[in-house]
C-alpha cells in the first residue's frame, strides 16, 4: 500500500483511492488497538515530531499514542517556551528540524497555508493536524472510518453537517472527502456561519434544523469556533440552541438509524443536548475518538512506506 504523496497536507488532493487505501489499514489498526498487545514496529527507528503551534489535547493525545504504538521516537515540542515566540519565522524553524533527521513531523498551526509552507522546507513527511480555517485531514477520515463501520459503506449516504461551517477546517476537509466518496452533503445552520462561495462546495444549504435533518444517515454537529470569529456571528448561546442545537425533537426528522457525530470538544447545550451525545444507540462520538488513534497510525505508516521507498538522495532533495 502507498498514498500518492510524500505528505498528508489535506484531503482536498487525496484520490478515491488514497483514502480507501488509509481507511482499510485503518481498519487493521482498529482491530490491534483493541488486543492485549497494541504495538507495532512499523516505525521502528523513526523519529516522529508532534509540533503544535495551538493548544490541542485531544488530537496531540491521539498522535503521541498513535506514533508510541508504531514504535516511533516520539518528540512533541513545547511551543509556549520556545524561540518561536521570540521572533523566530517558520523557515528558521524548518532549518532547525532539519539538523535534528526527523522522518515524520505532525503540525497543527493556527493560520492557513502554514503547514504547507513548512512541508516545502523541511527534508521529512509532514502530516496536517489542522491549519486556520484550512484544513483537518485526519480529523475527516477518522469520521469517514466511522461512518462506515457504522453503515457499512462510505458512498450515497445523505448526511448533514451542522453548525458553524465558515468557521471549521473539519467541515471543510469532510466536505471534500465525503464528495468524492459520492455521498450527498447537507450544510445546515444560520447564514451568518455559512462561507463565501457555499454554491461551490457542491452541497446542498439549509437554515432550518428540522428541514436539512429530514431523512439523513449522518447528524454531524460542529463545535462553535469563537476563537476564529471576529464579531457577533449568533445573537446569544441560548438563541443559537433553540434553532441550530441538536435536540431529540429534531432529531426525530433523520432517518430512524441514523448516527450523531461530533469532533469535539462539545459543548453540552449549545450543539448538542447531552442525553443525545451520550445515547449509545444514535452517539458514535466516542467511537470517533478511538477511530482516531487507527487512522492516524495508519496515516504515518503510510507516509513511512514511502519514505523507505526512496532512495537517501532522493529524501533529502
Known sequence: ???????????EHLSPADITTILDL???????????????????????????????TRTLASFELAGKRLGADVMNM?????????????IDTAMTLNAMNPDLLVVRHQHSGAVDLLSQKVNCAVLNAGDGRHEHPTQALLDALTIRRAKGRLHRLNIAICGDIAHSRVARSNIFLLNKMENRIRLVGPQTLMPSGIDQFGVEVYHDMTEGL????????????????????????REYYYRWGLTSEKLRAAKNDAIVMHPGPMNRGVEIDGDIA?????????????????VRMAAMDLLAQGLRAQTPAAVMA
Open 1 to 11: 500500500m502507498a498514498l500518492s504523496a510524500k505528505h498528508l497536507l489535506g484531503i
Open 26 to 56: 485503518a481498519e487493521q489498526y482498529a482491530t490491534l488497538n483493541r488486543q492485549a498487545n497494541k504495538h507495532s514496529s512499523a516505525l521502528a527507528g523513526m523519529t516522529q515530531i508532534n509540533m503544535f503551534f495551538e493548544n490541542s
Open 78 to 90: 513545547a511551543l509556549g517556551a520556545s524561540s518561536i515566540k521570540k521572533g523566530e519565522t517558520l
Open 214 to 237: 429530514r431523512d439523513v444517515d449522518v447528524v454531524m454537529m460542529l463545535r462553535l469556533q469563537r476563537e476564529r470569529m471576529d464579531g457577533a456571528f449568533i445573537p446569544s448561546e
Open 278 to 294: 451520550d445515547d449509545i444507540n444514535r452517539s458514535v462520538i466516542q467511537e470517533q475518538v478511538e477511530m482516531g488513534v487507527a
